[in-house]
Each structure stands twice: as structure tokens, then as C-alpha cells.
């Protein structure tokens, strides 16, 4: 019953009020830009047999799996094996937001409410503003349903004490960190921890006995289970965030987002409830809904006292993080985990978690508490909607809190029966209204309309630009202000920018070197790197770019009209496509090479080290260090040589994602260069013979080869990933091991 009940709503919500956008771009844009590529990327690997390991085609190569966001081994994705990725993107939300609704209904069940105010809870939860808004990220939609399912768990194992729940609390971990909810893990795994101290305490003090404190060790087991589950994602992940911008170190205060201003918020709010404002109109509406909130404040008073608390700390903890005022930020980053990322915001979905479970508390007070509390309820929950009431006076939405003015107490005053239920139903019903019946979602999807086609609009352009290139980078000059650097990956192309939170940070010193600004460090940047290119093409910059192989830029028509065009195009060479001629899809567009920029691999019997990076930044600015002659080696390095350029006589023979063969001729030893990105697990062969691989260039690869004919082999070895999926292997043998051992067991002691 409740499951079809979820299901009906969530669909008519889903049809009316979230599949009807038009605004091509606003808070949607990362849809466009980021998952969509990344998914169908992804897919399209395992569509083809392999593990996307590794992304040859953004930067100079970034991991792919590690990455996170695109959730490869989320057991619900085996869905984008079958069906479009777009369509992959609208069934997911889909079913997630149904997710959301059942898990905290069981949640409310578990808590025994009855099925409507369980529902009540489901509802308010699935449809709030933070988790609405979350359809515009869909690893955070995907994680954060997780939450009550282990809340869940933690609730049956604290009452009956069956260590089978704890199973369900290890797939609540593994399963937030599989789909890519990187800061909802966190915030889910403390939340678990918040939980589980107040469950254990309270009978502890009570009974002064540290007995009931014992039930926190299997606890523990239990989510150190879900992460070993998860391990074949999270090593690799945890590895690439150490080469990254967002370290497991803390950020700088100055690079986490702008707090919410709580006035803005008070107007938003308002705004919303005249019907001025359509959620989810930006990213962190805290809209709870006035109707649950009312119930929230009658669920406070009615609920048991570990559970007041657990909700109140919620709330207390989103409030804050959506506010996120200096001192708490400090206090934030003092907990491990917490400093991880730039929006504190996201935090106000505990809040939303905590709301809606009191919500569902109150609702069930209403219809089956003490009669005194019901009515002390009822009359609190009125008040509350009718003073509400007066923001909704010109137009219909002002039914809401005038029918909860009358729904309330009859739920409260009624007898069991016909009418209590009836009025029951009916609170259910204007939780829905309250949340998403007067507004409606603007913001385009990419499974609405066909609006992913986008994407692939210059699908030709960039087909022949891919060919003509080979495996020399590209870069896109683009105009359009919503641009996806990850379309590169799309068509095959290798370009060294990328749009990816876990960036390579030597390429944001070597990008913030390039145009003049921060050094090696770029420590002062706003905003953490996230493989953007920051600035300027001319100068300096070229210089960079051609150390990255860049021989190719690719101008998009907006900026070829430009005032700038001739500055930006000085020193390249048009490259004229017969195939553009012909095709009305590529008018305007422009192909221009860079006889300069270094070829993907080369050789050199020169070698500089010892050298600070940020001098070697700014000889390399100033023209000072010949590219073509020497390398700049950071470990391992054998100086000197004279300096000859062996690059015609080096070979790529084969290229693949996690395999590169080169041959190279030498008239005396020196190094081979390969401008891909410097990253653990890659290893060189030379002639057959394991060789190390020093960092070259800040970024790049090189192998020290002797004179005469050599063979270069780069092979990919994440053993992060390898390790981790014998963990995650074994974590899942002994899980399904100690299911079937409880099976057998209890059916032993049956007979």
C-alpha cells in the first residue's frame, strides 16, 4: 500500500511539477556540462568491455573511475548499459526520488508510526527543497537516499538487537559512496555516528551501566564493512584526491562557498510562498514547506527524548552550514572529513532529514497520541499555518494553510475511523501541495525534450578536428558561455583543459604559471582548480601550451569575430578543411596550427634538475629554457648532455587508454618525454626491463633510454583499484558467507 501510494505521488509530482523546464541553463548546467559526459563515456567503455580506468583525452590523461561523479560501480547505473544515457539520467532521478520517499517511510514505520504519517515523513523529506534541487546533481540525489535507510538499520538493531540489520547499515555506507556523493558520504557516515551515541547513551546513563554502550563496537564494524564494500571506488578516489586541488587536506576559508545570508534566505522564503519563486530556483533552497514545518515543531514536543535530540542537532547542523559563519567553518575543519569541500551548504539537508522526521512524529501524534498532546498539537500546528496563512492572501496557494487550519484538529479531535483517517490523508495530501503544488521546477533536463542533443550539435566539426589532429592536443577557443570541456572525450580528441573537481593540481600551478599569475602553488586562487584554462592564449601562455603539445586551436565563430581575433591567432598557421566547405554546421568555425608546439613524445639527451618549480615557471615564460633541448627533471635526474633534439627518430606505434608503445634512435643516452600527466600507476619498459618513471616538465613522463634502438612501453596498473576490489570482494564473500550461515542457522533452530 505504501509503495503504491509513494509511487503515484512521485509520478504525478514527477510529470506536473519537474519535466516541465524550459530555461536551457541556470542551476542545471553541470547536467550538461559534467554528468552527462562523464556518463556516457563512462558506459560507452563498458558497453565496449573495459573499465573506463583511465581518460586519455582531458589534460594530459586523468584517471576515469576515480573520478567519482559518474559512479561506475553503482549497482542501480547497469541501467546506462541498456538504454540512452539521457534517458539513464531521467529514469534514475525517478526512481531516487521514490527511493527517497520509501526509505523514509520505513524509517517512520521503524520509529512505529502509523503507514500515513510514515508517509507524511516520506514525502516531506523526497519533495523539500534541498533534495529537489538535487536532480541537478545527480550523484547527491543518488547518495542522500541512503540516509533514512540506514538510520533505519540503526533503529531496528537498537531495539531488537539482531545483527542482521547491521548488513542493511553496511550497504547504506558502501552504497552513498558508490554513486559518486562524495560530501553526502561524510555527512551520512556522522550522521549514522550522531545516532548511534544517542541510542547507546541514553539507556546507558539511565541504567548507569556501560553495558548498552557494547552495541557501538559492531556499529563501528559495520560501517568500516560498508566502506571495505565500496573500496574498489574509494582507493582510487582517495589516491587521485591527493594529486588534486581537493586534497584530504583542508581548504582555505577563502576558497569555500559564499555563506547563505539568512535575510536572503527570510525573502526567498517569503517569495516562495507568494508564489514569486519556482523551486528549485537555485541550489540550496531551504524550503521545507510550511505545512511540515508546522508538524516539525508538534513532532518536537511529541517525539522521544533521543530522537528530540538527534533532530534538533540536524537542524542546528544544516542551519549552520547553510549560514556558515567564520567560526563555525573553523570549528568544521576540525573534524575529519569535514573540510574536504567548498560548500558547507550541502549540510542543509540534514536539516531538511531532521524536519521531515519530525514531521511524520507530529503527524502520528495528531492522529493516535495522548489526547492532551494531540490537542496541545493540533492547536500549535494551526497557529503556525495561519499565520502562514497570510503570506499566500492573493492568490490560490492560500488553501493550504487555511485546509490545514481545519484538517489539523479534526485529525486531532476525531475518533478512530472514517473521518480521522479521511483527515489524515488529507495532511498527507497538502504536504504534497505545500511543497510542489503552487511552484514548478524552470530548469531544463537533459532527458526533457531531446535538450541533451546539445551536447552534440558540432559533432561533425569536432569529428574532423579529432582526425586531422591525431594525437596531438587541441584547444577549443570557444565563445559560447556554456561550454563542456569534457566534449573532447565525446569525439575522441585530446585537449588540456578539463571541467573535473579532482583536477590535477600541477596543472593549475602549471595554468596559473602560464598566464602571469600565483606560481607554482596558485594558493591564492578563489577558487579550487578544476582543469580550466584561467586566462590569456598569447605570450607566455603559448609557451605553456606548446610544452603540453598543443598544435591545434580550434576557434569557435564568436571568437574569430572578435577584436581580439588577430591578436589570438598570431603565429599559427590556418589549416584549411575541404570538408567544412560543404557543411552549414561548421560555418565560422576555424582550425589554426602551432608549427611550434611539441610533439606528444620526443627525446633529449639534456637534463636540468634540482631546479625550484616556480624558477622553472618563469624561465620557461621568459623563453629562457629551450623546450626541444633539455628536460626539466624533478627526481632521479642525471644532468647534463648537449642538448640535441632527438624527436625525429621517436615513434608512438600504439596508443591506447592504458597502453603506450614508442621507439626511439639515440646516438648517446637521454630521456624520452611523453607529455601525459605524471600519475602512480603508471609504469615504463624499456627493451623489456622495468625502468622508473621521473616527472617531467612539472606534469609530463619521462624514462632514461642508452643509445641505439629502443622500445618504450607505458603500461597502467592502478593497484589502488586492484587492491581495493580484493577488499571489496572479500567484504561481499564474507557478507553473503554470514547471511547464508544465519539462514541455515535459524532454520536449524525451527525445527
Known sequence: ??????????????????????????????LYLYYYPALEFSFEALRAGHLPLWNPFQLGGIPGLATLQAGVLYPLHLIYLIVPTALGMGVQAFVHLLLAVVFMALLGRGLELGWLAALTAGLSFALSGAVLSNLFWPPFLESLVWLPLGVTALARFGSRGRRGWLLLLSLAVAMPALSGGHQNVVYIVYTFALFSLLNCSAPAIGQRSLAPLRQLWPIALAIAAGFALAAAQLLPTLELAQQSARSTASLPLYQINPPFNPLDTAKTTAALLDGAVMPPAGPWLPYVGALPLALAVSGLVAAPMRLRWFCALLVLWGGLGMVAPEWFLKLHAQVPGMSWFRLPQ????????????????????LVSGATRLRRAAAMLAAGLALGLAAYRYPQLSFLVPAAAVVLVPVAAWARRGTLASAAAAGIVVLVVVDLVGFSMNRQNLPYLNNSWRRIWQHQRVYGDVAERAGLSRVFVVRGEARWSAKVAMLFGFFSPVDYEPLALQRYGALFYAAVGGLGSGGSKWPFPFQGDWPGSLVGPARRFLQLLGVRYFLFHPEKLSGRDAQELTAGLVRVEMPAWVMNPEARGFALFEDPEALPRAYAVNQAQCGMALDEWFRRVAAGSFDLRRSVMLEDGCVPGGRGRSAEREVVIEAYGDTFVRITAEMEEAGYLVLTDSYYPGWQAYVNGRREPIRRANAVARAVRIAPGHSVVEFRYVPWSFYGGSVISGLTLVLGVGWIGWRARRTRDEDR
Open 346 to 365: 550541502r549540510a542543509f539537508l540534514l536539516a531538511n532529514f531532521g524536519v521531515a522526521l519530525l514531521a511524520g512524529v507530529g503527524a502520528h501524534a
Open 1 to 30: 500500500m505504501l509503495g503504491a501510494v509513494a509511487t503515484a505521488v512521485v509520478s504525478l509530482v514527477w510529470c506536473l511539477r519537474i519535466v516541465a523546464g524550459a530555461t536551457e541553463y541556470g542551476a542545471n548546467y553541470d
